[in-house]
């Protein structure tokens, strides 16, 4: 069975403390990993796709990379507005997405 | 370009009362699901529609839950009747074509209370 495993449940930082979410996943063959970043009360929000062991995203303060086993989101010097809710999800069989429970972050001024 | 539409934002309803939600894709996407958000939890895969067709409804409990895509672009996801347990964030999302490496864009949801 697919597993996707987010750590920690809860971050919280100070602005401009930098720090890194991990993706843990199980899977019988992994054809994507996605990241999606959730505000309270919105849908989920499109972050990165990675395809491969080695790849690396960026975008403004978040970069995820990913390895044979994980994925981490790295933010270097966060703000407020990153405040959210962060998802890992994998792709694997069809086009069903398997969600992490997701790392609520919490930055503070 | 508009994102996916969905309505109601928030709806309050009895146990037993039955509910719809409605969901308008992004323009062009062939690919339409819904997903369901318990608090503190990811979404969960309740049906994928490719067009008209349902080719992932293996997760939808089909006792209580029904939808339909009659014409291949909006949706209607249908409870009744409603249990308790149904309270939930009904996420509705679409992708331009169906595959691995397509990537989902969500709606803002539907947030569902039964009292």
């Known amino acids: 069975e697919d597993q996707v495993t987010q750590s920690p449940e809860a971050l919280r930082l100070q602005e401009g403390e930098s720090s890194s979410l991990n993706c843990s996943y199980t899977?019988?063959?992994?054809?994507?990993l996605f990241w999606y970043r959730q505000d309270p009360g919105k849908g989920p929000e499109f972050l990165f796709t990675?395809?491969?062991a080695g790849e690396e995203k960026e975008k403004e303060r978040l970069k995820a990379t990913l390895t044979k086993k994980e994925s981490f989101l790295h933010i270097t010097a966060p703000k407020p507005e990153d405040s959210a809710t962060y998802l890992c999800?994998?792709?694997?069989?069809?086009?069903?997405?398997?969600f992490g429970e997701g790392t609520q972050l919490t930055v503070n001024p | 370009e508009a994102g996916v539409v969905q309505s109601p934002r928030y709806k309050i309803i009895e146990k037993k009362q039955p509910v719809a939600f409605w969901c308008n894709p992004i323009?062009?996407?062939?690919?339409l699901y819904w997903y369901r958000q318990n608090l503190g939890q990811g979404p969960e895969l309740l049906i994928r529609?490719?067009?008209?067709?349902?080719?992932?409804d293996s997760q939808l409990p089909k006792d209580r839950f029904s939808a339909e895509r009659l014409k291949g672009v909006d949706s209607t996801l249908k409870i009744q009747p409603a249990e308790l347990g149904d309270s939930a964030v009904y996420l509705c999302?679409?992708?331009?074509?169906?595959?691995?490496?397509?990537?989902?864009?969500f709606g803002p949801g539907t947030r569902l209370l039964v009292l």
């Open positions: 529609y490719e067009n008209e067709e349902a080719v992932d």
């Open positions: 899977v019988s063959g992994l054809r994507g």
């Open positions: 999302a679409s992708s331009l074509i169906p595959g691995h490496q397509e990537t989902q864009y």
């Open positions: 999800a994998v792709h694997t069989s069809g086009s069903r997405l398997t």
């Open positions: 323009s062009g996407h062939n690919t």
């Open positions: 990675l395809y491969s």
